[in-house]
């Protein structure tokens, strides 16, 4: 199971710290995802970390201002976002893919075996 947490309501040009939490696995042998969906459009990836948390791709839309990092020993991978704009506004997703590489087909939503239940991040003008 995975638990994401930390969204919210910020202005524009603020920041938010998302948190995805695993429960009854080990992450150490995920790749993870982060995935946003606005309701009546698509769910999209964002960003995807490798399972050593060494290598990361990002969509270009928020490439230069999140940060997506890993913490295997806590079982928890987390997504900086700075610099926020009102068009980030969406609910947030996390998922799990068994593998070591995002590889190039890191943004397909069927890569991923495992879905948060998602949290709501609203950028306000």
């Known amino acids: 199971q995975l638990q994401a947490s930390g969204g919210g309501l910020v202005q524009a040009g603020g920041s938010l710290r998302l948190s995805c939490a695993a429960s009854?696995?080990?992450?150490?042998?995920?790749?993870m995802g982060w995935f946003r969906q606005v309701p009546g459009k698509e769910r999209v990836a964002i960003a995807c970390?490798?399972?050593?948390?060494?290598?990361?791709s990002y969509a270009d839309s928020v490439k230069g201002r999140f940060t997506f990092s890993r913490d295997n020993a806590k079982n928890t991978v987390y997504l900086q976002m700075n610099s926020l704009k009102p068009e980030d506004t969406a609910v947030y997703y996390c998922?799990?893919?068994?593998?070591?590489?995002?590889?190039?087909?890191?943004?397909?939503?069927?890569?991923?075996?495992?879905w948060g239940q998602g949290t709501l991040v609203t950028v306000s003008s």
């Open positions: 998922a799990a893919d068994r593998g070591s590489w995002c590889g190039s087909g890191w943004f397909v939503k069927r890569k991923y075996n495992y």
């Open positions: 009854g696995f080990t992450l150490d042998y995920y790749v």
């Open positions: 970390i490798n399972s050593s948390g060494v290598g990361t």
